[in-house]
């Protein structure tokens, strides 16, 4: 029952515990996490943005490039000049100084014809392009940069095309570019193990070949970014894995620049920061958790130890309340018995006074009355002992206190008793402690107590035998001790615990009030000491004294 | 064997004032007995009394009352108490307002008698004295 309620209770105040520590953690751990996890996921979003826009400026800094030097070309020389081929191979063979990326370069008039061309296709000068939809779009924006496709070369590649005017005459310029450099700038941007970066057009159709997401000029394996105007950055799920993609079009063409990055590479520094946490995290639960069940066992502990000395000494109460009641119940006895006790003592008496008288001595039965009457004086007399003793129990007489000399009493005590126990050869040993302090209390009545002890040490080694007093001071606990041990027959394990209380005796009838050690045991309480009987068959027993030594 | 002294023995219960009497009389002493406190002071004003056996619990006017008001009236009257229920606290309050000493019941005669012997005997020297 006992064992079931400390188990409910450490339970309980560990759940507690636990609850309260580990709760705090949880929500710290969490949020930390949290914070931290959105915080890098910004900076990945920043960074991914960053890399998609520096992109695009290359790219767009390419085309400003080309255009501007093909516009350059057309506006600064005559139709007249280009048309001739030795002077147009000069200025291709300029321009390809500086970049490898042109390939061929044409003058075409307003009808769609050749006027001249330079480059490694010389039958190209035979077609017509009027009918192509860049020519069109040339003669009225004034520029064109065509799409990637590979045409009859059979590598991809694209045109730029600007237009001139001179005298009522229009004019195209035409170069065709090698695409190659765009697939360079755009694998500047595949970034890690798994990310991807390419062109589509407005079509998506791709201009660039991906590294994993598709083919050139096929549709990308991505979501459709060919709509996208400003930067935009996106986290996307695709196949139950998360994506990161950054998607700009590039202004000189109608074309738009994705990067896809995988976030896990990107993340990994967060996924590191998260097992670092998770190992702290489930240290901590460890510590915690052994803390609390270290603290708990030692409180329950504690808490046991402190009932079990409540318990010792609520039953301390339980036996001076019931001193208490008992003495108070022993009095009322006394007291009724005592009076008509006192009347019987008186008859007896004065019977025999009268028995005394002449002519009653005569008589044949006078033995028998003179012996009746004898009898009851005795019994009178035995009765009133014990209503006697009954009333000095209950007593509440007030100590007279004075310094006592506990070594002075205890060897009166010896004295009185010596001839008793020369008489029935039991040997009165002392072993007093030469300075031990005086204590306050009553001295009578400290006798009393010493009296009884010895007197039932006495009875029960009845014949050859002895007794051991010894006294001591006990610095610790600032008291003294007085120890009374015989070697008589000893008490049992059963009467141990009951040998203060009144009326318990193991002597034969009549020869004991079992009074006497309770008498012992409330004159102790009252003087603010305490007894204590321990004992063993065959050994003898030992009672020992404490008195406190007040100041 | 001594002088005969006079004596009053007050106690409310009848069977053991009346016996305690009877035997002090044989024992050549001038006994008269009162069943209570009351009684006792009205029979001091007609008998002069040496020792006077008192019981303290009475109802009524109890025996340190009683004692009190002896005293008053016959200074010189040794008072002995009779004490039946441990009131030995009583005994020794008594003691303080002048009683010669106190018996506890049941009583055993020889040792009242020496009591009450010892108690004239004050009576007498007091008398002297005066």
């Known amino acids: 029952m006992e064992e079931k309620y400390y188990k409910k209770l450490w339970w309980k105040i560990v759940f507690t515990t636990l609850g309260f520590s580990l709760i705090p953690l949880f929500a710290l751990g969490i949020t930390i996490y949290y914070q931290f996890s959105v915080s890098y996921t910004a900076k990945i979003i920043e960074n991914l943005k960053t890399l998609v826009e ?138 890690g193990k798994k990310g991807d970066a390419f062109i589509v057009n407005k079509r998506n159709i791709l201009q660039t070949a991906p590294r994993f997401s598709g083919e050139l000029f096929g549709h990308p394996q991505t979501p459709d970014f060919s709509k996208t105007m400003e930067t935009l950055v996106e986290e996307i799920v695709m196949d139950g894995e998360s994506n990161f993609f950054a998607a700009t079009a590039i202004s000189n063409t109608k074309w738009v620049l994705v990067v896809k990055e995988d976030p896990k590479e990107q993340l990994t520094p967060l996924l590191k920061a998260r097992y670092i946490a998770v190992i702290i995290f489930l240290a901590g639960i460890l510590v915690i958790v052994i803390g609390t069940l270290v603290t708990t066992q030692s409180m329950m502990n504690k808490l046991i130890q402190i009932d079990r000395e409540k318990a010792i000494s609520e039953d301390m109460v339980i036996q001076s309340s019931k001193m208490a009641a008992l003495g108070k119940m022993a009095a009322g006895i006394a007291h009724e018995i ?25 008589s044949k039965n006078f033995k028998e009355f003179e012996e009746a009457v004898r009898k009851i004086e005795t019994h009178v007399e035995r009765t009133k002992k014990v209503t006697h ?30 001839n008793e126990s020369k008489y029935r050869n039991i040997n009165l040993q002392v072993d007093f402690q030469p300075d031990l302090p005086k204590i306050v ?26 007794i051991h007093i010894k006294t001591n001071f006990l610095p610790r606990n600032n008291e003294i001790m007085i120890e009374i041990t015989d070697n008589g027959p000893g008490i049992s394990k059963e009467n141990i615990n009951k040998v203060f209380d009144p009326f318990f005796t193991t002597k034969e009838v009549g020869k004991g009030t079992g009074l006497g050690l309770s008498i012992v045991y409330s004159i102790i309480e009252k003087l603010g000491g305490r007894i204590m009987a321990a004992s063993e068959i065959g050994q003898g027993t030992t009672f020992t004294i404490y008195f406190p030594v007040k100041q | 064997m001594v002088e005969e002294f006079n004596a009053l023995v007050v106690d409310d219960e009848d069977d053991f004032r009346e016996t305690l009497v009877k035997r002090l009389k044989i024992r050549s002493l001038h006994v008269w007995g009162a069943e209570t406190g009351q009684k006792a002071l009205d029979l001091m004003d007609q008998l002069v009394f040496d020792v006077v056996v008192l019981d303290v619990k009475m ?55 020496d009591k009450m012997r010892q108690a004239y005997e004050r009576k007498v020297i007091h008398e002297e004295e005066r």
Do not use: C
């Open chain 1, 54 to 191: 520096n992109r695009r400026s290359s790219m767009d800094l390419f085309f400003d490039e080309r255009v501007s030097q093909l516009v350059t070309i057309a506006n600064t020389h005559t139709l007249k000049q280009l048309g001739e081929e030795t002077y147009l191979n000069k200025i291709f063979k300029t321009m390809q100084t500086r970049s490898q990326s042109f390939i061929d370069i044409g003058i075409i008039d307003q009808e769609g014809n050749h006027l001249a061309y330079i480059g490694p296709y010389p039958d190209l000068k035979e077609v017509n392009y009027k009918k192509e939809d860049w020519f069109e779009s040339v003669l009225s924006k004034g520029v064109y940069i065509s799409d990637v496709f590979m045409g009859f070369r059979k590598f991809p590649h694209f045109i730029i095309a600007v237009m001139s005017r001179e005298g009522g005459k229009t004019w195209i310029l035409r170069a065709t570019i090698n695409s190659d450099i765009i697939e360079n700038v755009v694998r500047a941007a595949q970034i």
């Open chain 1, 338 to 362: 005592n009076n008509p006790l006192a009347v019987i003592g008186e008859k007896a008496g004065w019977i025999k006074d009268l028995l005394v008288e002449e002519d009653i001595a005569q």
């Open chain 1, 389 to 418: 003793r009954l009333l000095g129990f209950a007593r509440r007489m007030e100590p007279i206190l004075e310094k006592v000399d506990v070594n002075k009493t205890l060897s009166d005590t010896v004295d009185f008793l010596e």
């Open chain 1, 441 to 466: 209390s009553d001295s009578s009545q400290l006798q009393q107590i010493f009296l009884n002890i010895m007197n039932n040490a006495i009875d029960a080694i009845d014949r050859g035998g002895e």
């Open chain 2, 59 to 113: 109802p009524g006017l109890d025996g340190i009352e009683t004692l009190r008001e002896m005293k008053k009236k016959k200074p010189l009257t040794e008072v002995i108490l009779l004490t039946g229920h441990g009131s030995i606290e009583s005994g020794i309050e008594g003691m303080k307002l002048g009683a010669f000493d106190y018996v506890m019941k049941p009583v055993n005669i020889d040792e009242l008698l």
